[in-house]
């Protein structure tokens, strides 16, 4: 799974500005556990990588994650208040620094002319020191082209890629 891999791959990069200095806890869906396979892909990541979940159905996003039900009911799994609820509650559960979550709509099936095959949600949740209020959660909309597997490597990338621009304007 190296298609849309840049060089140095964003996995290491990530592994460069978090070791040491920040932690991070990914929720995927969509990317049933490819952005922690690839956080772990780097030697040494257990200085910065805490874990990942895959919560793919309503109720893990529900039990494991904190996810309203209404923005369950009212948004679908698949949409910006629901990924950002993930990014936060994985950030918050995990006690990291750093959240990250994907929902989407990797195909063949599935897709809707509202949210067609591609469609995903990033999430990302920030936490900073009590008091300061410079916490944060963000969400980004993206639509990729391709095949199934293909369509997960690019939103996990997309997803590291969002998180090593958030990190590196943290420093």
Not at 10 to 24: F, H, K, P, S
Not at 82 to 97: F, K, L
Not at 114 to 130: F, Q
């Amino acid at each position: 799974m190296r298609e849309f891999q840049s060089e140095p791959p964003v996995e290491e990069r990530v592994g460069d500005a978090l070791r040491e200095e920040a932690t991070i806890a990914v929720a995927e869906s969509c990317t049933g556990g490819l952005i922690g396979s690839l956080l772990t892909d780097v030697p040494g990541s257990s200085t910065y990588f805490d874990r990942s979940l895959v919560t793919y159905s309503y109720e893990a996003k529900l039990t494991a994650l904190g996810v309203s039900r209404e923005a369950l009911d009212d948004h679908g799994a698949v949409s910006e208040s629901v990924a950002g609820q993930m990014a936060a509650g994985v950030r918050d559960t995990a006690g990291t620094d750093w959240g990250i979550a994907t929902t989407g709509i990797a195909g063949p099936d599935g897709g809707t002319a509202e949210k067609p095959v591609g469609t995903v949600y990033i999430g990302l949740a920030y936490r900073g020191e009590w008091g300061t209020g410079d916490s944060y959660t963000r969400v980004e909309h993206h639509e990729f082209d391709g095949t199934r597997t293909q369509i997960k490597e690019q939103i996990a990338r997309q997803a590291l890629d969002t998180l090593l621009e958030a990190v590196e304007a943290q420093e």
